[in-house]
Structure formats: structure tokens, C-alpha cells
């Protein structure tokens, strides 16, 4: 049964199939408005290279959007902060290609998305909740991939994969992608560039987000024989972006990169894989209040970087027929420098923390005969870190103080575990699958909850001794499939103890001990958060297709007796799309309810809540035209009606010189956008 070796072959999970399919499939991909459904319980891929409605800026964030559950908060035209049912930052887990990378910003223009170019990537894989643990220590929320699929070339031979996009506010990318090779080597090489100027919401208000990225890499590899592959990759890539949420643009977003990678399959039959890697990531970022914007007040300027080195080695056992297992180790360490003044440039970088972790983990899959399986995995991590800032600053501007760090040289460490189990069953005689599951996370403060912005405590001015982060989370669902109709639903319940908060405006007495101010304190308080993701999608006739997709979380803080900040309202999309192989034509409905859940000035380390928000509904429209196998023409209209909106959780607007100043910043007006997908071989 097609639907069960489907869900086999992504249980085994191990680093999704690096060989086992090619990018290159027989028709050009639809204009995606909605991912495509979840196929196997809890996992969602989706093509980065597709089109997509409404055109994401070119970075992770943005490409996450179309999978529902998934919002982001937006600070400009670029580098949003992606958001899985409410949980952001460190509570998801992002790998490119398997490497983590840390951003430098310490006040987060840089999450890990902000330096992925999706289209330089084959697929994105998301699996959600705390039910695997072969990525890396503390996703609570969910994992996300990045991944390039290389296959060997059976012969010696090349292909091309490239893009042109251009669209309203003068948006512009090229993308291309070469690969060739031989049986026994093969090269890569890809280069994206995206810019665009500052766009206007629904009312015509030109929003601060003007931006340019551009990436380069490139691959070597040995491909020995079909079962081995040895590679070299590196990346070089930069940007600047405009923020319309702070005082501060990003003009640096510097990244150097160097990783490593072996595996090899069908060792014996009970060594199924072996794979290692190692990597190197070096991001310098730089801030200015006066490139990109008419410079208001004192000059700033601050340059952080981050170095973020880690392998890992696993491999995967066939341990009895009916039983599969991986078992692994893998290892982080990341150093984090800040310098600032105009004068940056001539200064040594000085350390401000680090961070270590080994962790060790193992996941099963055992199947129950022909219809039933288990799923379970245990991870231990050991983590280290070191607070290296030997002052303060409390206060800002005028008011800003520099005191001794009560945790200066402070080291902590601790040892957390992690572990899930899961059952999914194949019902008789329906194409369908039943799942459940229960999983349990530990995780460990990152720099943005620990050190970054002075961050205080509520007792202490410094944040350096906040616990870890508990997450014991339920997850159950259905995927559905048959010719025309294909449905799932996944929901889950959670309690998360010492939930790591970062409240803004808390007011603390003076360091004088004479009056009070007001200042960002990182507190542990206890969650409860429950809610799901559905999507349905039809097949009418044989060219008409209709999809519905509905995700809601709910949260409370236990702890305060409130809502739990952050939380994106319930959001529906309504999709329909006539496809006959050569045309598409498509629209999209987006419906996002009100929200008046919320708790002022509390939130994550990328966002505080504001207050309440009203509803909204977006429409758009897309149409795509196959010239032939080789290329596709795409085009949209992403808000036709040109509704003036803002995502609830999305950044409160900032006063800058020559905007208007809004309550958050406003998502795109309406724009037209058109792209040309080309495929070569
Ligand atoms: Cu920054």
C-alpha cells in the first residue's frame, strides 16, 4: 500500500533520504498557496523553488508562512521571526542542511531563517511538536529543514534549475543553480540575489523595509559507488535590510560557511546508514541607525558576530526485521562578540558569552505488524555556558548606566533529557492513519534568554541564571487519502513549566534605591497551551481543486493567570485552482480571525504583545502557464483588494524619519509579481 510505505520511509527519518529522490520532477510544481498536505503523520515538505502566494521574501521565515500553524513576526521587508503555534526563537529547531547556525543580532534582526536562501534548497521538511530527536537539542515546537536532495549522476551530465522574479515596490531575484557530474564526482554551484525597495501597505504608507540578500555556494563531492557520498560545501552570503520596528537597520548580515559531509548506506544488513558531518558558521552582523535612514539623534552603530562550530555522527541500524533503529551523537559550540561605536572597525571584538552542548540520542521504530507502529526516541544534551561580560548597561540613552555584571565569568552548566513515544496505526480496509503520541523537551535558555540586551531578572540585573525550559506536549491526528479527497488534522495539548518569557516595561525600583524604571526581565512562568492544524483538499473534477486549511493555538500563562502573550489568532484559507497541465489559474482567501487574547508587553525574544487586533481576509489571485517542460511562467496578485492589515504578533511600528508611524508594522498592500521557473538538463 502506496499511503504505508510512504510513512515507513520517513519514520526511518533519518536525514530524509539524502538519496533517495531527485529534485528534478517530470512537471513544473503548481503555484503553492497552502503547503502540501501532510503526508505522513506529523512531517510537511513543500518545494522551495515552487512559486508561491503571496511572494515571500527571500528568506526561511516568509517560505514557512504557506504551512499552516506556521505565522511570523514581521519588523520589516525581511527577516522575520518564524512561529510554530505560538512558540518562538530556540523552541524551533532550524537546520540547513543539517547545520545549525545562531544569528549575531542581539536584538534579534537575525534569526536562523534570516540567513537561508529557500531557493537555493530542494526541500523544506517540517515535523512538528516534540516527537523526534535526531535534530538537535530542544525543538519544543517543531523542526524545520533546509535541505539540497543530491542524487549521482548515472552518466556524465549537468543540469540547470534557475529563477527570475520581478514584482511590484520593485522587487527583483535571480536564482540559479548548476550541478553536474560524473558516477564519481559531482560539482554544485548556486548564486540568488533578491532586492526590493520599501513597500506600502493598503493605504498606500510606504513601510520602512527596503532590502537586498545575495548567496553564493558551492559543492564537491565523491560518489565512489550508489551507496557512498563524500562532500565539501561552502557559502558566502551578505544582505542589508531596513527595520520598520526599532531604531536600527541591519547593513551587515555577513555569513561564511564550511561543512562536511559522509554517509554511507547498506553497510551489512544491520548497519543500514552511516553518516557524520561537520560544520563551520561564522556570521558578522552590523546595525546602524544612519545608512539606510535619515539619521535622527546620535550616531550607533554595533557589530556583534558569532561563530557557531558542530558535527554529528549517527548511525542506523536494522536491528530485526520489524525493528529500525538510529542512534547518535552531536555536538555545538558557539562564541559571541559584540563591539560598538562609529569607530568599530579598529576595535578588538570582545566576548560576551559562549555556549557548549554534547548531545547523545537514539530513536526507534518498531512495526506491529502490517498496520501498526511505535515510535520513540531519548536524548540526553550537556550543556555549558559562560557569561563573559564583566559590566552592564541598565538604562538607555541619557539614563544608561554601566554597573559590574552580577554573573560576570559565571559558568553553568546543566544536563537535560528529552524523549517522546508515538503510535500511529494504518486503519483496515480506509486510507487512513491514526496517531498519538507524547513527548517531553528540556530546554536550555539560548543567548537572546540569558545575555543579550542586558536582559535582567526579576530579582538580579542579570538573566544568566534563568532554568531551563520543560515542555511535556501531547500530539494526535489523522491523515486521510484517497483519489479526490485528501484530509488531515493534528492537534496537541501542552504544559510547558518555566516557560521562558521575556516581559518589557517591568518596572524595577532604581539602581539608586530612590525611585523606579522600567526595564526587560526574562521570567520562567508556567504555560498551558493546546490547539491544531486541519487541511482538506478535494478534487472536484478532474481540473478543479479546492482546499481548506484551519489552524488555532490557545494559551494560557498559569503562572499570571492570563493569556499567554504571542499567540497568533485563529486563521483560515480557502483556496481554489483549475490546473489542466499546461495552465493553472488559482485564488486564495485568507481569513484571520480578531485577538483579543493577549498580554501586554509580555512575549518571546523576538516579540512582546501590543494588545488586541481585528480580524481581517485577504484575497488573492495567481496564474501559471507551463511553456514546457523546461519552463514555467508564473504570476499573482497577492491582497487584490488592497486591505490595510497587520499580523497580530508582528512588531510594534517605530518612529522613522520620513514614515508614517504605525501601531505594528503592516503587511504588503496589493502587488503584482511575476516568476519564471527554468529547468535545464
Ligand atoms: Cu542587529
Same mark, same amino acid.
Given at each position: 500500500m502506496q499511503f504505508k510505505r510512504i510513512s515507513i520511509c520517513v519514520a526511518l527519518a533519518f536525514a530524509p533520504g539524502a538519496f533517495a529522490a531527485d529534485a528534478t520532477e517530470a512537471t513544473l510544481p503548481e503555484v503553492v498557496v497552502t503547503a502540501p498536505m501532510m503526508r505522513q503523520p506529523l512531517v510537511i515538505t513543500t518545494d522551495p523553488k515552487a512559486p508561491r502566494q503571496p511572494v515571500p521574501a527571500h528568506d526561511g521565515a516568509d517560505y514557512l508562512k504557506t504551512i499552516p500553524g506556521f505565522s511570523v513576526i514581521r519588523k520589516g521587508g525581511t527577516d522575520g521571526d518564524p512561529v510554530l503555534r505560538g512558540m518562538a526563537g530556540s523552541r524551533l529547531n532550524i537546520l540547513l542542511d543539517g547545520e545549525q547556525i545562531l544569528g549575531g543580532c542581539g536584538n534579534r534582526m537575525d534569526p536562523p531563517t534570516a540567513y537561508v536562501f529557500p531557493e537555493s534548497y530542494d526541500r523544506i521538511t517540517v515535523i512538528k511538536g516534540p516527537q523526534t530527536v535526531l535534530y538537535g537539542p530542544g525543538s519544543s515546537a517543531g523542526t524545520v529543514l533546509f535541505e539540497r536532495t543530491i542524487k549521482r549522476f548515472d552518466q556524465p551530465g549537468w543540469k540547470f534549475n534557475g529563477s527570475l522574479t520581478a514584482g511590484s515596490f520593485g522587487r527583483n531575484d535571480q536564482v540559479a543553480d548548476v550541478r553536474a557530474g560524473t558516477q564519481d564526482y559531482y560539482v554544485q554551484g548556486t548564486a540568488t540575489r533578491s532586492d526590493s525597495n520599501d513597500y506600502k501597505d493598503g493605504d498606500g504608507r510606504s513601510v520602512h523595509s527596503a532590502f537586498t540578500r545575495w548567496s553564493t555556494s558551492g559543492a564537491v563531492g565523491w560518489t565512489p559507488d550508489k551507496d557512498t557520498r563524500l562532500e565539501l560545501t561552502g557559502t558566502h552570503s551578505d544582505g542589508q535590510a531596513a527595520y520598520a520596528d526599532r531604531s536600527m537597520d541591519g547593513v551587515k548580515f555577513a555569513r561564511d560557511n564550511v561543512g562536511l559531509k559522509f554517509e554511507k548506506n547498506r553497510i551489512s544488513p544491520l548497519v543500514e546508514k552511516v553518516e557524520a558531518q561537520a560544520f563551520y558558521n561564522y556570521v558578522d552582523h552590523v546595525m546602524d541607525n544612519y545608512s539606510l535612514r535619515s539619521q535622527s539623534g546620535m550616531k550607533m552603530v554595533s557589530n556583534p558576530d558569532r561563530e557557531t562550530i558542530g558535527g554529528r555522527a549517527a548511525i542506523g541500524l536494522r536491528l530485526a526485521e520489524a525493528t529500525q533503529a538510529t542512534l547518535g551523537?552531536?555536538?555545538?559550540? !558557539?562564541?559571541?562578540?559584540?563591539?560598538?561605536?562609529? !569607530?568599530? $572597525?579598529?576595535?578588538?571584538? /570582545?566576548?560576551? $558569552? !559562549?555556549?557548549?552542548?554534547?548531545?547523545?540520542?537514539?530513536?526507534?521504530?518498531? !512495526?506491529?505488524?502490517?498496520?501498526?507502529?511505535? /515510535? $520513540?526516541?531519548l536524548r540526553a544534551d550537556n550543556w555549558n555556558a559562560q557569561d563573559k561580560r564583566a559590566t552592564l548597561t541598565i538604562g538607555t540613552g541619557m539614563a544608561a548606566q554601566t554597573v559590574a555584571n552580577p554573573s560576570a565569568n559565571k559558568d553553568r552548566s546543566d544536563t537535560l533529557t528529552s524523549g517522546f513515544g508515538r503510535y500511529e496505526h494504518d486503519l483496515a480496509g480506509m486510507p487512513a492513519t491514526l496517531y498519538a503520541g507524547a513527548g517531553h523537551t528540556e530546554r536550555f535558555p539560548d543567548y537572546w534568554e540569558l545575555i543579550s540586551a542586558s536582559k535582567e531578572s526579576v530579582d538580579t540585573l542579570s538573566a544568566f541564571d534563568s532554568r531551563p525550559e520543560k515542555t511535556n506536549q501531547l500530539d494526535a491526528g489523522i491523515i486521510y487519502k484517497n483519489d479526490k479527497l485528501s484530509a488531515s488534522v493534528s492537534g496537541f495539548y501542552s504544559k510547558i513549566d518555566d516557560y521562558l518569557m521575556v516581559q518589557s516595561n517591568y518596572v524595577k525600583p532604581d539602581l539608586m534605591g530612590m525611585g523606579t524604571r522600567t526595564t526587560t526581565v526574562v521570567r520562567n512562568v508556567d504555560a498551558t497551551t493546546w490547539g491544531g492544524e486541519a487541511s482538506l483538499s478535494y478534487a472536484l473534477a478532474n481540473v478543479w481543486k479546492a482546499d481548506a486549511t484551519l489552524a488555532y493555538v490557545h494559551g494560557n500563562n498559569d503562572t499570571d493567570g492570563a493569556a499567554l502573550a504571542q499567540l497568533p489568532p485563529l486563521e483560515g484559507r480557502l483556496g481554489l485552482t483549475y490546473d489542466n497541465k499546461v495552465w493553472t489559474a488559482g485564488s486564495l482567501l485568507r481569513l484571520v480571525s480578531k485577538q483579543d487574547r493577549f498580554d501586554a508587553n509580555k512575549g518571546n525574544i523576538a516579540g512582546q504583545d501590543i494588545g488586541s487586533t481585528a480580524g481581517f481576509g485577504v484575497f488573492s489571485v495567481n496564474g501559471a502557464y507551463r511553456a514546457s517542460k523546461s519552463v514555467q511562467i508564473a504570476a499573482g496578485i497577492d491582497n487584490l483588494f488592497d486591505k490595510s492589515y497587520a499580523e497580530h504578533i508582528s512588531r510594534r511600528g517605530s518612529a522613522v524619519t520620513g514614515f508614517e508611524t504605525t501601531t505594528r508594522v503592516n503587511e504588503m498592500g496589493r502587488n503584482l509579481w511575476l516568476k519564471a521557473n527554468f529547468k535545464f538538463d
Open positions: 551523537v552531536d555536538y555545538q559550540t !558557539n562564541k559571541h562578540t559584540l563591539r560598538s561605536t562609529t !569607530n568599530y $572597525a579598529n576595535l578588538p571584538r /570582545i566576548e560576551d $558569552a !559562549n555556549f557548549r552542548n554534547y548531545g547523545l540520542f537514539g530513536e526507534v521504530t518498531h !512495526n506491529l505488524g502490517e498496520r501498526d507502529k511505535l /515510535i $520513540a526516541g
